[in-house]
């Protein structure tokens, strides 16, 4: 194919080949991944726990249900998921096998060794049969991949009957001023933040880069629906700084 018929899409601010797009996320959270878990609480303030209890809340996970948490990196979501339903299974899946291995240190990770798989894998092509799983989640990641839509099309296809999609994104403040406000701390406090903490300025710029490329809320529940999704609906979390969106395979 050549560069003039090459399709395109964004890496943050840049725009890149589609082809180009897997590996250099790749390369951000490779570089990243031993500070992952430090960086998202100075990012956030702490604040992205909260953001992840209020998924659970609103999953009500169940016991013996099986999870497949793709971009799962070090497994927050799986853990919390594990630890709320008593006894289950979760699949943590991504693309960047680094994530995978510090998720594979954590303490928790040795408890709940019997109920966890690691596998390396893309969420455009989910190397798992159809009507596989009760739940499906993805927590800061979906924004990562090249096509949303097709990630959201694998989801539906993995889930069995009956159930859950749940993904928690950055989001888009609805208030113009509050969104100035929180872009002006995004772009001028994170990436200098990233410097300090792990050595790597430009991974940062492109996460919040990339926060800004994203669809918005409403944007996003369409294409939840696009890929064929029931009952599908979303809530914000912190005025919309992120936001969960539910669906069901009915």
Do not use: C
């Not at 725009?15 to 570089?31: D, H, I, L, M, Y």
């Not at 798989?117 to 800061?140: C, E, K, Q, R």
């Not at 995004?186 to 300025?201: C, E, H, L, Q």
């Not at 939840?224 to 979303?234: I, L, N, Q, S, T």
Request: aromatic share 10%; net charge negative; charged share 25%.
């Amino acid at each position: 194919m050549s560069d003039e018929t090459q399709t395109t899409t964004h890496f943050g601010f840049e725009t890149v080949a589609e082809s180009e797009k897997a590996g250099r996320v790749q390369g951000v959270f490779t570089s990243v991944a031993s500070k992952y878990d430090v960086m998202n609480d100075a990012m956030s303030l702490g604040i992205h726990r909260i953001w992840k209890d209020a998924m659970m809340d609103w999953l009500a996970p169940r016991a013996g249900q099986r999870l497949l948490d793709v971009a799962g990196g070090t497994g927050d979501i799986s853990f919390r998921f594990l630890k709320r339903a008593g006894s289950g299974h979760a699949t943590v899946l991504d693309l960047t096998e680094n994530m995978l291995i510090e998720g594979r240190k954590r303490a928790e990770a040795a408890d709940m060794a019997a109920s966890l798989d690691w596998t390396v894998g893309d969420a455009m092509a989910l190397p798992f049969d159809d009507n596989t799983f009760d739940v499906y989640t993805i927590s800061f990641g979906i924004r990562n991949v090249t096509r949303p839509q097709e990630a959201l099309n694998e989801a539906y296809r993995v889930l069995k009957p009956g159930g859950r999609l749940m993904v928690l994104e950055f989001s888009q403040i609805p208030n113009d001023m509050m969104q100035k406000l929180y872009d002006f701390y995004s772009f001028n406090v994170i990436p200098p933040m990233g410097k300090a903490i792990t050595g790597d300025r430009d991974s940062y710029q492109y996460l919040v880069e990339s926060i800004r490329k994203f669809p918005d809320q409403e944007a996003f529940l369409g294409m939840v629906r696009g890929a064929g999704f029931e009952h599908a609906k979303y809530r914000n979390l912190s005025m919309g700084i992120a936001a969960l969106h539910s669906g069901w395979k009915l």
